[in-house]
């Protein structure tokens, strides 16, 4: 029996099961070409958070459209000042991920622990 043979699939199956990064740009909602080492964690947040941004800015010209947009909005915003903060703190040694949520507005939710009212 060939003795490379066993070494050679455990090899084949290490390879299979290593996470592969990613060559070149990922794409994110706006069809724009984002830097590799963005942190995929991040990613995921960027492309949510997009759509967010995208509903919240459409207008609600009537009864119906509105409430569609306050489901997107509820379904696509609720969470992601927290998300955000959590984001910058944990990854502040990765400057391209950093810059990628400098987009972002820190607090956009209507009850985000983040904003402030000030007493009249």
């Not at 390879?15 to 290593?18: G, L, M, N, S, Y």
């Not at 706006?30 to 963005?38: E, H, S, V």
């Given at each position: 029996m060939n003795k490379a043979a066993p070494f050679s699939m455990l090899l084949i199956m290490l390879?299979?099961?290593?996470p592969q990064k990613t060559l070149g740009p990922w794409i994110d909602n706006?069809?724009?070409?984002?830097?590799?080492?963005?942190v995929q964690e991040a990613r995921a947040f960027i492309i949510n958070r997009q759509g967010c941004d995208h509903f919240r800015g459409e207008p609600g010209y009537n009864e119906e459209r509105q409430k569609f947009l306050n489901t997107q909005i509820e379904k696509l915003c609720a969470g992601t000042d927290k998300q955000l903060a959590q984001l910058r703190s944990r990854y502040a040694d990765s400057p391209e991920t950093i810059k990628a949520l400098a987009d972002f507005e820190d607090c956009i939710e209507y009850d985000s622990i983040c904003s402030t009212t000030e007493p009249e």
């Open positions: 390879t299979a099961c290593t706006f069809n724009d070409p984002r830097d590799p080492a963005i």
